[in-house]
């Protein structure tokens, strides 16, 4: 069955870098786009980056454009999202989330979540 | 960006009553293909959010008939035609038709 496991969260001083890991399994996937949401603590959801199913495009909400970095590795069915000049409102618990389709923008199944936690 | 609004923020249904959850966006999902891109999603209690609906009314794998999702243009809804205990949690709204992807704040729905 489809899994989703993300790491590398954890609590990172603002200012400071992340990168965060999603190993995927029990689907092909080098056939799906791929996305990260995030969930502030209490708050609703926020879209944070897509990635189509090559890694040729990559897009981005407006609040971690120029900050944040999507990619992808095919041959280890890995999702990564680099984070740099964190912010103590970047602070939520990101979810990786596999697309339905090739880059259809809706998530059919999603990790667990990992917290990152920015503060000094 | 499309703003999207959900009403009501909160709602409390005994079991097998229904319930309805609307949404409303800033601007139409109705895209030039035929298609409306407005999703609707489900987050139980320490989990993370699940896929109920897509493209307007189109179930997901494994999702209960009694859930349906109807409108057009710019206003939508969710029927839960029997409420059973397991609905319990927040529902959220989410527009597909460009970037980028938004959501609905969410409707939180408890069991009486």
């Known amino acids: 069955q489809v899994q989703l496991v993300e790491s590398g969260g954890g609590v990172v001083q603002p200012g400071r870098s992340l990168i965060l890991s999603c190993a995927a399994s029990?689907?092909?996937?080098?056939?799906?786009?791929m996305h990260w949401v995030r969930q502030a603590p209490g708050k609703g959801l926020e879209w944070v980056a897509g990635i189509t199913f090559d890694g040729r495009n990559k897009y981005y909400a407006d609040s971690v454009k120029g900050r944040f970095t999507i990619s992808r590795d095919n041959s280890k069915n890995t999702l990564f999202l680099q984070m740099n000049s964190l912010r103590a409102e970047d602070t939520a618990i990101y979810f990786c989330?596999?697309?339905?389709?090739?880059?259809?923008?809706?998530?059919?199944?999603w990790g667990q979540g990992t917290l990152v936690t920015v503060s000094s | 960006d499309i703003v999207m609004t959900q009403t009501p923020l909160s709602l409390s249904v005994t079991p097998g009553q229904p319930a309805s959850i609307s949404c409303k966006s800033s601007?139409?999902?109705?895209?030039?293909?035929?298609?409306?891109?407005l999703n609707w999603y489900l987050q139980k209690p320490g989990q993370p959010p699940q896929l109920l609906i897509y493209?307007?009314?189109n179930r997901f794998s494994g999702v209960p008939d009694r859930f349906s999702g109807s409108g057009s243009g710019t206003d939508f809804t969710l029927k839960i035609s029997r409420v059973e205990a397991e609905d319990v949690g927040v529902y959220y709204c989410?527009?597909?038709?460009?970037?980028?992807?938004?959501f609905g704040q969410g409707t939180k729905l408890e069991i009486k």
């Open positions: 989330a596999k697309d339905l389709d090739v880059f259809s923008l809706n998530f059919d199944y």
């Open positions: 601007q139409s999902l109705l895209h030039s293909d035929g298609e409306t891109y």
């Open positions: 029990g689907f092909t996937f080098s056939t799906y786009g």
């Open positions: 493209e307007l009314s």
């Open positions: 989410m527009q597909s038709i460009q970037l980028p992807l938004t």
